[in-house]
């Protein structure tokens, strides 16, 4: 059975910083593509960040900067990095991971990141 599992969502004022954590099983972590997404209330869910299996990383233009992802292919692990946070970032944010070959997506349930004073 495969499982995404997120951590570290929560409330934070603006400027501050939250790493959210990705815990996959049942994949073999290695060969996917693995993503952040997020969706604030009332907009259409966006890609945020993503990391290749050869550790290529790419960034939604508004986090750029900002964010970080980083995997551990040893631990199935995807952390998000979350710096200067303001309060566009609010949003639920949810792990994906897809592979190519064969065509696999999973989604992990979300966890809700609020960034208010």
């Known amino acids: 059975q495969v499982q995404l599992v997120e951590s570290g969502g929560g409330l934070v004022q603006p400027g501050g910083s939250l790493r959210l954590s990705c815990a996959a099983s049942?994949?073999?972590?290695?060969?996917?593509?693995m993503r952040w997404y997020r969706q604030a209330p009332g907009k259409q869910r966006e890609w945020v960040a993503s990391?290749?299996?050869?550790?290529?990383?790419n960034y939604v233009d508004s986090v750029k900067g900002r964010f970080t992802i980083s995997r551990d292919n040893a631990k199935n692990t995807v952390d998000l990095q979350m710096n200067s946070l303001n309060t566009e970032d609010t949003a639920v944010y949810y792990c994906?991971?897809?592979?190519?070959?064969?065509?696999?997506?999973?989604w992990g349930q979300g966890t809700q990141v609020t960034v208010s004073s």
């Open positions: 994906n991971a897809r592979s190519l070959i064969p065509r696999r997506e999973y």
């Open positions: 049942g994949i073999t972590f290695s060969r996917y593509i």
């Open positions: 990391s290749t299996d050869d550790g290529t990383t």
